[in-house]
Protein backbone atom coordinates (compact mmCIF):
# COMPACT_ATOMS: atom_id res chain seq x y z
CA UNK A 1 0.00 0.00 0.00
CA UNK A 2 1.46 3.82 -0.67
CA UNK A 3 1.29 5.87 2.76
CA UNK A 4 1.94 8.99 1.05
CA UNK A 5 3.05 11.02 4.42
CA UNK A 6 4.35 8.73 7.31
CA UNK A 7 4.68 5.09 7.23
CA UNK A 8 2.86 2.77 9.64
CA UNK A 9 6.72 1.71 11.00
CA UNK A 10 7.53 5.73 12.24
CA UNK A 11 4.18 4.78 14.27
CA UNK A 12 4.78 1.64 15.74
CA UNK A 13 6.51 2.79 19.37
CA UNK A 14 3.26 5.37 19.35
CA UNK A 15 -0.04 5.25 21.86
CA UNK A 16 -2.80 7.34 21.75
CA UNK A 17 -5.07 8.54 24.24
CA UNK A 18 -8.39 10.40 23.56
CA UNK A 19 -11.40 11.81 24.63
CA UNK A 20 -14.59 13.44 24.21
CA UNK A 21 -15.92 17.41 24.90
CA UNK A 22 -19.15 18.57 24.32
CA UNK A 23 -19.98 21.96 23.07
CA UNK A 24 -23.27 22.60 25.59
CA UNK A 25 -24.59 21.19 28.38
CA UNK A 26 -26.82 18.49 26.62
CA UNK A 27 -26.41 15.37 24.01
CA UNK A 28 -27.90 17.41 21.03
CA UNK A 29 -25.12 20.34 20.78
CA UNK A 30 -22.54 18.18 19.05
CA UNK A 31 -18.90 16.88 20.72
CA UNK A 32 -15.35 16.46 19.51
CA UNK A 33 -11.92 14.46 20.50
CA UNK A 34 -8.75 15.88 21.76
CA UNK A 35 -6.05 13.20 21.76
CA UNK A 36 -2.58 13.23 23.01
CA UNK A 37 -0.16 11.24 20.73
CA UNK A 38 3.04 9.56 23.09
CA UNK A 39 5.31 7.07 23.76
CA UNK A 40 3.93 3.34 24.45
CA UNK A 41 5.78 3.73 27.93
CA UNK A 42 4.40 6.85 28.58
CA UNK A 43 2.87 7.44 32.31
CA UNK A 44 -1.06 6.49 30.95
CA UNK A 45 -2.90 7.22 34.21
CA UNK A 46 -1.89 10.99 33.99
CA UNK A 47 -1.78 11.27 30.44
CA UNK A 48 -5.41 9.90 30.60
CA UNK A 49 -6.25 12.14 33.69
CA UNK A 50 -4.73 14.87 31.75
CA UNK A 51 -6.82 14.83 28.59
CA UNK A 52 -9.72 14.17 31.02
CA UNK A 53 -9.08 17.29 32.25
CA UNK A 54 -8.60 19.31 29.52
CA UNK A 55 -11.71 17.74 27.83
CA UNK A 56 -13.60 18.92 30.94
CA UNK A 57 -12.46 22.34 31.00
CA UNK A 58 -13.38 22.86 27.59
CA UNK A 59 -16.69 21.26 28.11
CA UNK A 60 -17.37 24.19 30.52
CA UNK A 61 -15.83 27.04 28.91
CA UNK A 62 -17.76 26.23 25.62
CA UNK A 63 -21.31 25.81 27.51
CA UNK A 64 -20.46 29.36 29.28
CA UNK A 65 -19.98 30.60 25.94
CA UNK A 66 -23.44 29.42 24.71
CA UNK A 67 -25.16 29.75 28.32
CA UNK A 68 -25.75 26.80 28.73
Do not use: C, F, K, N
Amino acid sequence: QDWPETPPAALAEAAVVTGTYRAGADDSVGSAHLGIVGPMRMDYARTMSSVRAVAAYLSRYLASQRGD
